[in-house]
């Protein structure tokens, strides 16, 4: 079986939903009767479709989730990620302004997991850059998260644990 991360963190804003959550929506957030969750003004706030089954995805696997987001509104964040009940999927939240380079030394800190045993997925190309220089491997999302993005993301996590493989070895697939 492909090798798998010890812990999988995501961005929130334009991965797991298609919003910055501290300038296009109004906390503080609710869920009404209907199941829907919606903000003070009463607008629909909605995840990106597939977050929920990969997140569930993820769990199936044993890999456990973290939130890893420099948006200034800590509160609507996390009010949003219980009212989506997706707490329940990240061990950990590292949710405030600054370098997402300090959101993933305490996670190393917090967890004791390598950097080369994370996956990070982000929508921001300058997060990527820095994150990448710790040896995470780092998923840039386009269109938020979703099953597909999962798989070639572990896939390339699979093949980074590998290496490149010697002339010398043998594949079972060559004759």
Not at 31 to 42: A, E, F, I, P
Not at 45 to 58: C, G, I, S, W
Not at 124 to 147: A, F, P, W, Y
Request: net charge negative; aromatic share 10%; proline share 6%.
């Amino acid at each position: 079986m492909a090798r798998l991360p010890k812990l999988a963190v995501f961005d929130l804003d334009y991965t797991l939903w298609p919003f910055w959550v501290d300038t296009h929506v109004d906390p503080p957030f609710h869920k009404s009767s209907d199941g829907t969750v919606r903000d003070r003004r009463g607008q629909d706030v909605r995840l990106y479709p597939e977050v929920p089954e990969v997140l569930k995805r993820l769990q199936s696997l044993g890999v456990p989730g973290a939130a890893a987001s420099r948006t200034s509104e800590t509160e609507g964040a996390n009010q949003l990620l219980e009212l989506f009940d997706l707490i329940r999927y990240f061990v950990h939240r590292e949710i405030y302004p600054g370098s997402k380079v300090t959101h993933f030394e305490r996670l190393q800190q917090k967890t004791g997991i390598p950097f080369s045993q994370m996956i990070f997925f982000d929508d921001e190309r300058r997060n990527i850059v820095d994150v990448s220089k710790l040896g995470v491997t780092c998923i840039h999302i386009q269109n938020g998260m979703n099953l597909q993005t999962l798989s070639q993301g572990l896939e390339t996590f699979a093949k980074a644990q590998t290496g490149p493989r010697s002339s010398l070895e043998e594949s079972p697939f060559e004759a």
